[in-house]
């Protein structure tokens, strides 16, 4: 858990806050870009919420097309080692000399 809330806040935000959030931090959300579900392991969620919140990805002040348009593009994400049963931070690269045509 990354915070604790009352039900009541919860309430809220189910009721009022998810849609004023999403129009918030999540303007320029790729198209591509995997949203965590209820189901999904821990990590996964956390990312999605420090991108959204903490880095403010995908907000109105950043280029909607950027990911689209980037010939390069650096980025980190969670992943789970082999042999140990915990998370390491690993650095993905996107270019576009490396797309197949």
């Known amino acids: 858990r990354l ?3 009352t ?4 309430q809220f935000m189910k009721e009022h806050g998810n849609l004023l959030a999403k129009a918030t931090y999540e303007v320029t ?11 999904d392991c821990q ?5 999605w ?6 880095q403010k990805k995908f907000t ?4 909607i097309n950027a990911w689209n348009l980037a010939v390069y593009k650096e980025d980190y ?10 998370y390491e931070k690993r650095k ?7 797309r197949k045509s």
């Open 92 to 98: 993905f690269i996107l270019s576009e000399k490396d």
């Open 49 to 54: 919420i420090r991108a959204k919140y903490e």
């Open 60 to 63: 109105a002040d950043k280029d």
């Open 77 to 86: 994400l969670w992943k789970k080692g082999k042999d140990k049963d915990q």
């Open 29 to 39: 959300v790729p198209a591509f870009y995997y949203r965590p579900r209820e189901q």
């Open 43 to 47: 990590i996964l969620k956390e990312q």
């Open 7 to 10: 039900m009541e806040e919860v």
């Open 3 to 5: 915070d604790n809330w």
